[in-house]
């Protein structure tokens, strides 16, 4: 008895055509920072234990000393 080959059909590959690529334009000026504020750190001579203390804080706690020092010392564009 002969063993009979099983009979594939191949399907038929579509291409699908490449989109237009979009032209991107690089602007000349550097953007603002997100928010519209720019903090400048540059040339302060405070440790972090000044800033912080020696305690370990919660992230939420930094958050809110970080923006104590800035608007004290006036580090802000606003």
Not at 45 to 68: D, H, R, Y
């Amino acid at each position: 008895m002969a063993i009979k080959k099983k009979t594939t059909t191949k399907s038929k590959v579509t291409k699908k055509k490449a989109a237009p690529k979009k032209k991107t334009t690089k602007s000349k000026t550097k953007k603002p920072a997100f928010g519209g504020y720019a903090i400048n750190f540059a040339g302060r001579q405070e440790t972090v234990e000044q800033v912080f203390g020696k305690k370990p804080i919660a992230p939420s706690e930094m958050t809110k000393k970080i923006w104590a020092f800035v608007k004290s010392k006036s580090l802000s564009n606003r």
